[in-house]
């Protein structure tokens, strides 16, 4: 398959001519892959369910719709020469048709099936080695009330969602009959709780013919309630044996799914220092934005050059980098103002993305912040002073 995707690629002139990419989704990944893409001048088309889609103004033709319709999606398929994602709820089968057809996809339906749900993604790593927590499947909350009636599961554990969770919506530490109560009654998994040191993450880029490279690996702090990323660090600061295993693991991962385009590979380093993985993104992700600074080629401009077949950028950093995200303050709704912002940016090597949503709530991603800096505890003290003072609220 690859061998024929690369062949028909390497036909095709993408740089201002009539070729067509497709992107599914036109969220902040979609607005941030366009702005690299304006560098190559290719054409590209967008679909998405919102009227004020963040991607929307920087495409050239934007399409209203769902991405889980069978329809929406194949038609929009039908007129590109290449289709990509920025988020990975789509319709499969749609794109399984597309394929059949001839359109080149990627990441392939194939690889989206696997990760899609979170219980085959973690049967894909015990079928191939891949060091990971134990789990369970269920294919609903009573599936998993009667394992525990039967001792074959048993408190504490984390219980995910299969599907369609995202920020950490869909996890959940359960750790006695009554945490079960507020669960939804979907598919799910039990995982084993990971006593871990550190979160880290490494973005993998692989194109057509199988050129790989890997960003550095980066260490993730989470926000304590939100269960969010507040902070994404790059290098991450870990013993460089741990970085070489982490690298080994993510390219394995992405090897085993002979993945093209970016595949960000989320892992822990555990008390021990074993390295486990926790789940991939089959795209851009937001522990490779600090990229777009700190590195001499961005995660959107590898994906891109993946995809495309083209020669991959260099991953490496120019400078330290750390990517704040900005999340909707507690308690605002509304109309978005986002407070301090000239304070933050009077600072040297600090650079807002704002996403251009509207309307902010409570942990909704609006937008981050990256703070590069040539030393990194200099970095970090900035990117504290940032969390500090920009504040995302509303009007009312
Ligand atoms: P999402 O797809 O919503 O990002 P994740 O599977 O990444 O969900 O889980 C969100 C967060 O929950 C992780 O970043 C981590 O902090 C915590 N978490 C997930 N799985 C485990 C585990 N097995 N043990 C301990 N903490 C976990």
Redesign the pocket.
């Known amino acids: 398959m690859f061998i024929f995707a690369q062949t028909q690629l390497l036909q095709m002139n993408y740089f201002s001519s009539d070729f067509k990419l497709g992107i599914l989704g036109g969220g902040q990944l979609g607005k941030m892959l366009l702005t690299e893409n304006r560098k190559f001048d290719i054409q590209t088309l967008v679909l998405d369910p919102s009227e004020e889609a963040p991607a929307r103004y920087s495409c050239n033709a934007f399409y209203r719709g769902s991405l889980m319709d069978y329809d929406t999606v194949y038609q929009f398929g039908k007129m590109v020469n290449l289709l990509t994602i920025e988020i990975e709820n789509v319709n499969l089968d749609a794109l399984d048709k597309l394929e059949e057809e001839g359109l080149v996809i990627f990441p392939s339906p194939k690889t989206l099936r696997l990760i899609q749900n979170?219980g085959r993604q973690k049967d894909f790593y015990v079928e191939h080695n891949i060091p990971t927590?134990p789990h369970q499947r269920f294919v609903d909350l009573n599936d998993l009330r009667k394992s525990l009636e039967k001792d074959e599961l048993e408190f504490p554990?984390?219980w995910?969602c299969a599907q369609f969770?995202?920020?950490?919506?869909?996890?959940k530490?359960v750790r006695s009959a009554s945490d079960l109560n507020n669960l939804p009654d979907v598919e799910c998994i039990a995982?084993?709780?990971?006593?871990?040191k550190n979160?880290l993450a490494v973005i993998v880029a692989r194109s057509v013919s199988g050129e790989v490279k890997t960003y550095p690996v980066v260490g993730?702090e989470?926000h304590p309630e939100a269960?969010q990323?507040e902070y994404v660090i790059c290098p991450a600061r870990i013993d460089e044996k741990v970085a070489q295993k982490a690298t080994e693991i993510a390219l394995n991962v992405s090897e085993a799914y002979n993945h093209v385009g970016l595949l960000a590979v989320?892992l822990?380093q555990t008390e021990d220092d074993e390295i486990?993985v926790?789940?991939v993104a089959p795209r851009p992700h937001n522990s490779g934005h600090y990229s777009i600074e700190a590195s001499y080629t961005s995660q959107f401009e590898n994906h891109l050059r993946s995809i495309l077949n083209l020669p991959l950028g260099n991953t490496a950093s120019k400078v330290a980098g750390i990517m704040v995200n900005l999340v909707g303050a507690e308690g605002f709704s509304g109309p978005v103002v986002y407070e301090n912002i000239e304070k933050i940016m009077a600072i040297d090597g600090v650079t807002p993305h704002i996403y251009g949503k509207r309307e902010t709530r409570p942990f909704r991603k609006m937008g981050h912040v990256t703070i590069v800096n040539e030393n990194m505890t200099e970095a970090r003290r900035v990117a504290e002073e940032v969390k500090n003072s920009i504040r995302v609220i509303s009007v009312q």
């Not at 995982?191 to 871990?196: N, T």
Request: hydrophobic fraction near 40%; charged fraction near 25%; avoid cysteine.
């Open positions: 979170k927590a554990f984390v995910k969770g995202y920020d950490g919506n869909g996890v530490i995982e084993q709780i990971v006593p871990y979160e993730m989470f269960n990323v989320e822990f486990l926790n789940e």
